[in-house]
Every structure is written in structure tokens, then in C-alpha cells.
């Protein structure tokens, strides 16, 4: 399990700092910016379904099977997947300043970056962001430590949000009037803080079992913060009347499903 969970925590860092190089050269940037709202509604309505069908299913079995069948005992698990999901709203909207995609970045005609924001709020973004990205990390260990099965759909559910994070990121720190060296150090740290996430999870909850039925609700309400307050309401803002955005969301759901199934005749 723990060579499967290095590739999985290699390839979502990856996906970070391949974000944030797309934009280099600047004249890439408004091209990933038209394609990136297709790959996010994608990975809301994948996340979403990985939530409610996976995440939280196994969360009440894992916490029936450790209190009885007793239905007062998922009072806790439910307390901790509000509490991921408040964490989350308050490390975005309090901690860091919310932000949407590449819309901080401004060029001239020469297409030089002018610092439209603040370095401090651009590093405070990254403060809170580095906190979401450690718990990608724990999202995916977590899961595996469950199920294997849960644990790729998880990974997939990630990955997917992956690549615009690194590049919400990196457009951030250019329009702080950085350039690209910054750049590729703050979406290299966002991948670290990932890989971390999965490594640190993987040491303790082999070290103690019983760490999954607590960390498995509270990385439940960080993914369905994500998916349902994070990366819908981003879609809407960029996809306006778009149908076809609307669209890539329901085609994220029929993705899980399709490979759910997949997965299923495979384990």
C-alpha cells in the first residue's frame, strides 16, 4: 500500500506544479483559463459523488463497527465531518482571502504582470491553501487505509482539482509582481504539502487504526467543502449560461460511476 500511495501522492504534487508551469509562456493563460472550467466542473461533480457514495457511506459503517449498531454513536462521525467542512470555510474565508481563477493576473499590451495584489495577501493565500492541500493528502490515506477501491476514487477525485489549484496559485503570486521562479516554488510546496499529507497519515494510522474512524469524517467535510463551496459555485462564476459547463459536472458524476464500476470488477 505504501508504494501505491507514494505514486498517488507523486502524481497529485505533480499535477500542482504542472498548474502553475502553464503559465509560462504568458500567452498560454487565457487558453488553460477556457479549458480549466470544463476540468473543474468535471472534478466537482466527481468529488461530490465520491463523498456521498463513498466517503461517507464507509464512515458509518467504520463507526457502526466501532460503537455497535447503535445509531447515537454516528452523532461523533457527523460532528467531524461539520467539523472538516467549517474548517475548511474558515481557513478560505477567514485565514486566506478567496480568490478565482487567474482573475488576480492583469497584462499589459506588452504582457508584463503588473502586482494587482498585495505579496501578503498572495502568501496568505498560500498559507490557507497549503492547509486544503495537506488535507488532499489525508484524503486519499485515509480512504486507502479503508479500501482500496475508495482510496483510487478518492486519488482520482483529487487529481482532478489538482492542476487548477496550481494554477489559481501561480497566478496569484504573478499578479503579487513575482515571477516565475516564485512561482514554481509555491506550487512545488503545494505539491510537498500533499505528498506530506499522505505520508504523515499513512505512519500514524498504520501506527493506530482507530485514527482512520476520526480522520476519514473530518477529510469527508473537507472534500465535500471543496466539491459543493468551492468548486461549484467557481464553475457558475466562470461558466455563466454555459450548458456545457452545467453539463461537466453531471459528466463528473457519470465519470465516478463508470469507474466505480471499473474499480469494482477489479477488486
Wanted: aromatic letters at 10%.
Amino acid at each position: 500500500m505504501l508504494t501505491t500511495l507514494i505514486i498517488f501522492g507523486l502524481i497529485a504534487a505533480g499535477a500542482n506544479i504542472l498548474g502553475g508551469l502553464s503559465l509560462v509562456p504568458p500567452r498560454l493563460q487565457s487558453n488553460y483559463r477556457r479549458f480549466l472550467k470544463y476540468l473543474l466542473a468535471l472534478g466537482a461533480g466527481f468529488m461530490l459523488a465520491v463523498t456521498l457514495f463513498e466517503i461517507l457511506p464507509k464512515t458509518v459503517v467504520l463507526w457502526q463497527q466501532k460503537s455497535g449498531m447503535d445509531v447515537e454513536s454516528l452523532s461523533m462521525p457527523m460532528v467531524l465531518l461539520l467539523a472538516g467542512y467549517l474548517l475548511t470555510q474558515f481557513v478560505e474565508h477567514t485565514i486566506a482571502p478567496h480568490f478565482h481563477l487567474g482573475e488576480e493576473m492583469h497584462c499589459d499590451d506588452d504582457e508584463h504582470h503588473h502586482a494587482s495584489l498585495s505579496t501578503s495577501s498572495a502568501y496568505t493565500a498560500v498559507g490557507g491553501l497549503l492547509v486544503h492541500t495537506f488535507f488532499d493528502g489525508v484524503t486519499i490515506a485515509a480512504a486507502s487505509q479503508i479500501d482500496a477501491k475508495v482510496g483510487v476514487l478518492v486519488f482520482i477525485a483529487v487529481l482532478l482539482h489538482k492542476f487548477p489549484e496550481g494554477f489559481t496559485i501561480g497566478s496569484m503570486v504573478l499578479a503579487a509582481g513575482k515571477g516565475s521562479r516564485e512561482v514554481m516554488v509555491t506550487t512545488t510546496l503545494l505539491g510537498l504539502t500533499t505528498f506530506l499529507g499522505v505520508l504523515i497519515f499513512y505512519f500514524v494510522g498504520a501506527g493506530l487504526p482507530s485514527v482512520t474512524a476520526y480522520a476519514l469524517p473530518v477529510a469527508g467535510g473537507v472534500t465535500l467543502y471543496v466539491a459543493a463551496s468551492d468548486l461549484i459555485p467557481e464553475v457558475n462564476h466562470h461558466g455563466g449560461r454555459n450548458a456545457l459547463v452545467s453539463l461537466a459536472i453531471f459528466a463528473g458524476v457519470g465519470l465516478f460511476f463508470a469507474t466505480h464500476e471499473l474499480l469494482h470488477s477489479a477488486f
